[in-house]
Structures are given as C-alpha cells and as structure tokens.
C-alpha cells in the first residue's frame, strides 16, 4: 500500500502521480518526472476558495431556470428538478435519473466529500483519513466524467427539442453550473490528501 501516511516530519516527499517516495531535496519524480513537493502551497487555503466558489454557484445552477422553453409566445423557464420531474411525468424514466445524478447528485456529492476532507484537517481527525483518501480518490475518479454534466443539459435541451416543444435556450442556470463544476475540478485538484495524515 501506498505511503500516503507519511507526517511531514518524516522528511520524506510522495509523489502524488505515481507514489514513488523521495527525499526532501528533490523536486522531480524519478519515476515519473511529475513536479513533487512535500505538500501543496497553500492548499487549504485555496481549496476552500475553490470549493466555496463551486457552491455559490451551484446554488443558482438549480433555481435558476437551465432552459427557456419558448411556446405559442410566451416564455417558460425550467429549473433542473423540473427538468427532471418532466422527465420522471412522461416516463422518461431512464433520462430524469441520468440527469438527477449527473445534475444534482453528483456535484452536491463532490462538494460534500470535499467539505468533509477540509474538515479533517481543520478538525485533526487523522483517524478519518482513510476513509476521507478513498472518498478523495472516488470523487477523483468521477472528475474524469465532469464534463459528463454539462453534456446532459445539452442532452436534455435537444431531447425537449426533439419532442417538438417549440424553441429551446439555455438559462442563466447552465453557465453557473458550468461555473460550479470547473471550480470542483479546481478544488479537488489544489487538495492535497497528504495534509489529512500530518499530525
Ligand atoms: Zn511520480
């Protein structure tokens, strides 16, 4: 298993690519030749920023309307939840859940493991460390699919175009959710999961 429980005290550097460990001299992985440090610059710091940032603007990302439906003249938003209890009332059951966890449930998942992760630092909870890795490497894992979100609401737009419903924009919403994943990118990327197992 990897040495991610190294305490800073050990004098020791992992590198985050590859988990090949070093000494405190070196600057660049033998291995892998990925830039190390002992621990990211002010990663607490800047990954609150960060995450603060993505919460603020996923709060207008779901009331806010994420599509203007435009019908016989007259203008219709319609926020994510509504989007997906559109879907969910004409049976379209396979597309509301897609867009419920792509929208709603993965983001606020990813937010919240990195609110628990800065917590315990904040709280030295190093007997959570463990855990909060695993959690760190699944929401990791998932960055990968980020993108995934934002191809859903172009999905749901054209599905509702699809179904003759008039003319479709996109809402305020969908900028603030693009807004809300790339800084959850930025936050989980100035996180360093090492932080959690100094004393
Ligand atoms: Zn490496």
């Known amino acids: 298993m990897m040495n991610w429980k190294t305490d800073i005290s050990e004098g020791k550097v992992l590198c985050l690519i590859c988990e090949e460990l070093h000494d405190l001299e070196e600057v660049q992985c033998r291995r892998c030749s990925a830039s190390i440090?002992?621990?990211?610059?002010?990663?607490?710091?800047?990954?609150?920023a960060y995450v603060l940032a993505a919460t603020l603007f996923l709060i207008p990302a779901n009331l806010m309307p994420m599509m203007v439906v435009t019908s016989m003249g007259t203008d219709e938003g319609s926020t994510i939840m509504e989007g997906v209890i559109y879907f969910l009332a004409h049976k379209e059951y396979g597309l509301g859940l897609i867009i419920f966890v792509a929208s709603v449930a993965v983001p606020i998942f990813k937010l919240s493991v990195i609110y628990f992760l800065l917590l315990i630092i904040a709280f030295k909870q190093k007997e959570k460390a463990k855990l909060g890795l695993k959690l760190f490497h699944i929401i990791h894992c998932i960055g990968k699919w980020s993108m995934l979100d934002i191809f859903v609401v172009a999905l749901m737009v054209s599905m509702v175009q699809?179904?003759?419903l008039a003319t479709i924009q996109t809402g305020a919403a969908a900028i603030s959710f693009c807004g809300a994943v790339i800084f959850t990118i930025i936050a989980s990327e100035k996180f360093d999961p090492r932080l959690m197992f100094d004393k």
């Open 162 to 164: 699809f179904q003759g």
């Open 37 to 48: 440090s002992q621990r990211k610059p002010s990663s607490i710091s800047q990954t609150w």
